[in-house]
């Protein structure tokens, strides 16, 4: 972001993480609205953002369409799977093929150290209804409704809550949701880089994991959305080698 000329302000406050960031983007937008416009890359906050993310991060079940035609001549899969933090590239990932009740969607949570462990960040498996960043949804929170701190060994999957639209997708049934621990996405990003030359994003990583736990026909087609590259989790990944 720096190199391309943002100014990068850390977050101080609470434990620094994905939390932590918005709240102080927020918090920055409702200070300076003058001069201060206010965007998130996932689909979580107030709306209309989840929304407009959902919508703008569809074109990836839009391409997952178009490969999968020219590839298998098909245009729908059997299962797309995707990892959850806020949701957006998952919400990408479904967001053609949500009306379409032939294709399991499975959306995949980070269980950190295990779901029981106090050390996780899988809110539909932890959570309850709640309001946090301005949208009514899914979050992990006391019975006083202080949001519990997550953990996940992905920054990008280390947040409390999830976007309506999961929580839409959670309750209805119309999507799985499933987690996967630290230990099973480095396994499987390890998996991937040996098998394919491609090292994915600790967060895609979950969702690759869950390949592990499921059973397939050779007729399936599954698409697993790989959410970004892992150059920048290098350094967790060294420390596993
Ligand atoms: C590569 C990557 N994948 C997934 C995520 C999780 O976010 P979301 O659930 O909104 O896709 C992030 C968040 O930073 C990310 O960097």
Known sequence: MKMLGATVVPATSGSKTLKDATNEAIRDWINHPQNTHYIIGS??????????????????SKEIKAQLKKHTGKLLPTHVIACVGGGSNAAGAFYHFIKEKKVSLVAVE??????????????????????????????????????????????????PGIGPLHANLFKTGRASFDSSTDDEAVKAAMNLCKKEGIIPA????HALAQLNKMKFKKTDRVVVNLSGRGDKDLATYMKFL
């Open 110 to 159: 980070a269980a950190g150290c295990g779901l029981q462990s106090g050390k996780s960040a899988a809110t539909t498996q932890l959570g309850s209804t709640g309001v946090l960043h301005g949208s009514k949804s899914l979050l992990m929170q006391t019975a006083d409704g202080q949001v519990v701190e997550p953990h996940s060994i992905s920054a990008g999957l280390d947040y």
């Open 43 to 60: 689909v979580v906050g107030p709306h209309p953002y989840p929304d407009m993310v959902a919508r703008l991060q569809s074109v990836i």
């Open 202 to 205: 600790l967060e895609s990583a």
